[in-house]
């Protein structure tokens, strides 16, 4: 049932009252509005959640097939999306794919989910126990952004690395991390068309090289960076899954390479692993709660 639209309501010709146009059942109205709403909101939803889980740009006809919806509906929504920075069709492309702007709703969504949980009781006491600086970093877009940074204040020589600070995935071992991890269409999207910048002679700049490398990272657990960003810098890292096991984080430990040789690197491992287990329990935990 169409909902009544009322144009100079009360008013007929000569400006007289006249009483509005009743509907045969407003509740019925209301019913159907509250109906409508609900479908163009699941409609949606259902478009930006197949962008999302796609992991690859998606043509509208993808779309159109895999949610059942005209065509038509679907370019409408996907203009309408794009037009917010919800979603992105790069220039003289079909294919659209998650946009600026709900890539910064995901990021703030996990960044309040592990702020909710006690990660920062976990880091300190992970930086206790290994006497070094410890973090917290995820994926957004193609880089790390640390979101959680304990620092070992006992050490006049420290790596600057703040909240926020944002790092390549492919010379950082919480970049390894989720190149490993992430389904390999997801990996190579996040790869393609990239140069394997060498910021450091150690760097890996070849493909094969680095294939190699996250092999061994998903054989060992963890992941290192071997002086590969930041000359006389090392890093640690291990993967948060979530309840699916999806990698969601990486915590790991940074220090210079002169206090974290390889011996002192295999003894911070099981730390490492154990805190990433609390943080991920402390993540479940969280969104349990949260329902």
């Given at each position: 049932m169409r909902v009544p639209v009322y144009e100079n309501e009360g008013r007929g010709?000569?400006?007289?009252?006249?009483?509005?146009?009743?509907?045969?059942?407003?509740?019925?109205?209301?019913?159907?509005?509250?109906?409508?709403?609900?479908?163009?909101?699941?409609?949606?939803?259902?478009?930006?959640?197949?962008?999302?889980?796609?992991?690859?740009?998606?043509?509208?006809?993808?779309?159109?097939?895999?949610?059942?919806?005209?065509?038509?509906?679907?370019?409408?929504?996907?203009?309408?999306?794009?037009?917010?920075?919800?979603?992105?069709?790069?220039?003289?492309?079909?294919r659209v794919t998650v946009g600026p702007r709900l890539a910064d709703f995901a990021f703030e969504i996990l960044r309040a989910s592990v702020q909710?949980?006690?990660?920062?009781?976990?880091?300190?006491?992970?930086?206790?126990?290994?006497?070094?600086?410890?973090?917290?970093?995820?994926?957004?877009?193609?880089?790390?952004?640390?979101?959680?940074?304990?620092?070992?204040?006992?050490?006049?020589?420290?790596?600057?690395?703040?909240?926020?600070?944002?790092?390549?995935?492919?010379?950082?071992?919480?970049?390894?991390?989720?190149?490993?991890?992430?389904?390999?269409?997801?990996?190579?999207?996040?790869?393609?068309?990239?140069?394997?910048r060498g910021f450091t002679p150690a760097s890996l700049t070849d493909r094969a090289a680095l294939a190699r490398e996250l092999d061994a990272v998903r054989a060992a657990g963890v992941a290192l960076d071997r002086e590969e960003y930041l000359a006389g810098g090392v890093c640690m890292a291990a993967p948060v899954f979530d309840t699916a096991g999806d990698i969601r984080a990486g915590i790991a430990i940074q220090a210079p390479a002169a206090r974290m040789p390889p011996e002192t690197i295999a003894r911070a491992r099981e730390p490492l692993l154990r805190a990433a287990r609390l943080l991920a329990a402390s993540l479940a935990a969280a969104s349990l709660a949260g329902d």
């Open positions: 010709a000569g400006g007289a009252a006249n009483p509005p146009e009743t509907p045969a059942s407003d509740a019925g109205v209301a019913e159907a509005a509250a109906g409508g709403a609900i479908g163009v909101f699941q409609r949606s939803f259902a478009v930006l959640e197949y962008v999302v889980r796609a992991g690859r740009p998606v043509t509208p006809a993808d779309i159109a097939a895999a949610l059942e919806l005209p065509k038509p509906t679907v370019y409408r929504m996907l203009e309408g999306f794009a037009a917010q920075g919800l979603l992105h069709r790069p220039f003289a492309s079909r909710f949980a006690p990660r920062r009781a976990i880091l300190d006491a992970l930086v206790r126990e290994v006497g070094e600086t410890c973090n917290i970093g995820t994926l957004d877009a193609n880089e790390i952004v640390y979101i959680d940074r304990v620092e070992a204040t006992h050490w006049p020589l420290r790596l600057q690395f703040g909240i926020g600070s944002r790092v390549p995935l492919h010379c950082t071992a919480i970049g390894k991390l989720f190149l490993a991890h992430l389904p390999e269409r997801a990996c190579e999207a996040l790869l393609e068309g990239r140069d394997l």
